[in-house]
């Protein structure tokens, strides 16, 4: 059974970096068949797609966030990260970790972690 | 940044058949749709892939279609327990993001 789980802040200052990871079991970020990503849901609100990164370590993110977004796979291939900066009032949300692919969609989600962006 | 419109709202009593559109544009009209269901308190869990397919699990009183750049999704035999947020999703050719609708609450009277 696919399992990811976030970890990180709970908290963090406006302008500051969040730095995020989501743990991986039940699979590897290895396998070529599906996308690691990052979606998030701001209070109210609906979902909003982040990023995908592949296991070769390429990643995409959406433009809507200003090249902000930074993403990486970890060595031992069992996590990946996301680091979002210049951080304002308005990135306060849910973040979750997911495996996606084209055929079957975000598959496997994490709980998600709020993230509150607050001086 | 919702391309994808959906209804915010939608309800029905138990056992009643319920729908809940998506509409798009551009490249919607040839990609596949996803919906998924947002329980409260939970992860959001897929419901329908490739428009029209249900995952192993998934009961069939969920089903999907779509045509052209309208989706539906649909639930029959209503339970207290579909109670939620129901997004749908797809991949956008040209601004190549993942994109969800704005989510339907659906409340079970």
């Known amino acids: 059974q696919v399992q990811l789980q976030e970890s990180g802040p709970g908290l963090v200052k406006p302008s500051q970096t969040l730095s995020l990871t989501c743990i991986v079991s039940g699979d590897s970020i290895n396998s070529g068949d599906y996308f690691w990503s990052w979606i998030r849901q701001s209070p109210g609100k609906g979902l909003e797609w982040i990023g995908d990164i592949y296991y070769s370590g390429i990643s995409y993110h959406n433009p809507s966030l200003n090249g902000r977004v930074t993403m990486s796979l970890d060595t031992s291939r069992t996590q990946f990260s996301l680091k979002l900066n210049s951080l304002t009032a308005a990135d306060t949300a849910v973040y979750s970790c997911?495996?996606?692919?084209?055929?079957?969609?975000?598959?496997?989600w994490g709980q998600g972690t709020l993230v509150t962006v607050s001086s | 940044q919702s391309v994808l419109t959906q209804p915010p709202s939608a309800s029905g009593t138990p056992g009643q058949r319920v729908s809940i559109s998506c509409s798009g544009s551009?490249?919607?009209?040839?990609?596949?749709v996803y919906w998924y269901q947002r329980l409260p308190g939970t992860a959001p869990k897929v419901l329908i892939y490739r428009s029209n397919q249900r995952p192993s699990g998934v009961p069939d009183r969920f089903s999907g279609s779509k045509s052209g750049t309208s989706a539906s999704l649909a639930i029959s035999g209503l339970r207290s327990d579909d109670e939620g947020d129901y997004y749908c999703a797809a991949w956008d050719d040209s601004l190549a993001v993942w994109v969800f609708g704005g989510g339907t609450k659906l409340t079970v009277l």
């Open positions: 551009g490249s919607f009209e040839t990609n596949y």
């Open positions: 997911a495996r996606g692919s084209f055929d079957l969609g975000f598959e496997y």
